[in-house]
DNA sequence: CTGAAAGCGCTTACAG
DNA sequence: CTGAAAGCGCTTACAG
């Protein structure tokens, strides 16, 4: 038959190689497989070897697929990880992960709609994937979609709520105790607030609020949870109007101060927030860490921006999307949360009170 | 119709919707692929497209690519787009421009390293990629592997030096002509300064400098013939050590005014050295735009964070990744390079000069 | 208009 | 130890 196919110089195929080698396909497959239950001659094996090297052989893939059903393909499926700037080192740890098995990476965002996410995966089950790690730019619980149960996959900065899946997240707990720890070694008491509870009775008024972050609830519980421990409490709570970001961070500050609070230190949901807080404090001329501390989380770029250099609790994408790419590749399929470490950036953010 | 196949169960095949719509295999595949020109009559369209609904039927991708040669996924090559944060944006504008065609996209990082890179590009032929854009995370000039002629291949954001290649990067000349313009608009004339050269004799010592990044010289050429365009020229320019980052950009300034410079406006190769422009001048207290002006390149989020917010002429990741995408799809393979054009983000930097 | 057949490039159970 | 053969799930030229 005629090959159709748009190719000028066809490519090298493993019947070449063992015509050229003088020996049978199935050799060819075994020696080019590595496979030495086999027991080939020491011969065959090298003069496989030799012909397929001055060949140029490369196994095509695509056929090996069709015949094994594994592709040596995995695909990140998200929301918008891949596509924005946020969370993209979780690309980056799991690309390196995988780099090292000969594994290449699909990049899929769904923008978070249903229909898409949908026929993204049908078009990713067509191409036999080995799996899947279904992502999300931020922490939460996510009803992974019944397409899934069908493959391989390992939730990354997500949980399920069922909770019947291996899942990768940040120990956001931990980080809160973390954060209320440095306060609380230097020195600090009665003066701690904390900044960026959503407004009372407010479930969240952006997208992503209805989603069901973790950040904030498992960041707060941390802290309280750190505190009493050392018999403390929060001072108080400051809320934030809708969105984490700087400008918010910066109005919710200027009211506290308004209000008469006299903060010994400011734990801020986010390093934004913080960066608006910075403002506040700034404007109403507090020195910090002089006359407040400040403490972010996530860890961004910003955090070593601001001046002075805000101590942040932060987000270990890079980690994250490894440790997942390695628990897909890893036979181990029992369910379990595992939480990985946020580490503190140290800024100069964090004092001792003076008052 | 729900697929009520118990899991476990082998995927549906076409056999098994033609036997259902009792019809050949190839009328089936006919049908699937929506060939009209084999006039299958309308009732035997109609059975074949219920049987596959009813079966669940999902053609096996890999088992049409190993028939046709053709994949439907394309891969973006990169040294660090899709694991970094800088010019994601890139990928988000490729992944759009293809999710309407049912590409699916693969996701490689070389971090630069021309070993890693011929690795992953013979793993990205053993799967019959339809096509590559091969793209960088600076602007620059790069020698595409030669590897990569048996493919279809876009340049993103790089161009090669042979030139012999469809390219599509930002417009960067006309980009600092825009700048100018901004500037010569407001009334400025002999005090404009460029902040943002590498040191005189100095070819760079970051690996991207060495690199040949296009940024530099075509902003430079684009601000300097706009201005000789309305008989001006620029009063002079500071060196920036190494990198173009935010504590660099403040000392080059900081040197400039203690040389006793009284610009009227400071052109910076990009947002960090600005936002260090800003630094030093609010040091000096000199405000901005009232004492000087301030523009910045790249449009980075940093830019509507500065105080006043920084007018910008903006990297358009987004659009140059979509353009790329669709440039490989077409049928015109006619070597060129496109020309992106950078927006302005009008801030609140730039006015009027005093002096 | 339809159907039987070849073939894409592999892997692997099986007979020798 | 080796080789012939079946088969993964499609597409398409070809004979009817």
Redesign the pocket.
């Known amino acids: ?5 748009p ?1 000028g110089t ?9 015509e050229r080698a ?9 020696v ?2 590595g ?1 030495t239950d ?7 094996f090298e003069r496989v070897r030799r012909a397929a090297e001055e060949l140029g ?4 893939q ?3 697929t ?4 594994r592709s040596g393909t995995i695909a990140l499926v998200s929301d918008f990880v891949s596509s924005t700037s946020y969370a993209n080192a979780m690309v980056r740890g799991a690309m390196r992960a995988l780099r090292e098995r000969d594994i290449l990476l699909f990049t899929v965002d769904t923008e978070g709609d249903p229909q898409v996410e949908e026929r993204l995966l049908h078009s990713l089950f067509g191409r036999d994937i080995d799996g899947v790690i279904y992502t999300s730019m931020f922490t939460r619980i996510v009803d992974p979609p019944p397409l899934l149960a069908s493959t391989r996959t390992v939730l990354l900065n997500c949980r399920a709520r069922g909770g019947d899946d291996v899942a990768v997240v940040p120990d956001e707990v931990e980080a809160g105790r973390e954060a209320a720890r440095l306060l609380v070694a230097a020195g600090h008491t009665d003066g701690i607030w904390f900044v960026g509870d959503l407004p009372p009775g407010r479930r969240g008024g952006l997208l992503w609020n209805e989603w069901g972050p973790l950040a904030l609830p498992e960041r707060l519980e941390g802290i309280e949870r750190e505190l009493a421990s050392s018999g403390l409490s929060l001072a108080g709570h400051a809320a934030v109007e809708d969105d984490w970001d700087a400008p918010n961070g910066q109005r919710a500050v200027e009211r506290l101060l308004e209000d008469g609070a006299r903060p010994s230190a400011l734990i801020c949901v986010n390093d934004a927030v913080a960066a608006g807080a910075y403002r506040a404090l700034h404007a109403a001329e507090w020195r910090i860490p002089d006359d407040v501390s400040v403490i972010g989380f996530d860890g961004s770029p910003l955090a070593g921006m601001l001046e002075p250099s805000l101590t942040s609790i932060s987000l270990p994408h890079e980690d994250l999307g490894r440790r997942a790419a390695t628990l897909l590749l890893s036979d181990d399929a029992t369910p379990r949360v595992e939480r990985v470490r946020m580490p503190v950036h140290l800024g100069a953010s964090v004092g001792s009170p003076t008052r």
Do not use: C, I
């Open positions: 038959m005629t090959d159709s196919r190719s066809r490519r090298v195929t493993l019947s070449q190689v063992a003088g020996v049978s396909r199935s050799a060819v497959s075994f080019m497989n496979r086999q027991r080939l001659s020491a011969d065959v052989y490369r196994p095509n695509t056929a090996k069709l015949r094994t059903g």
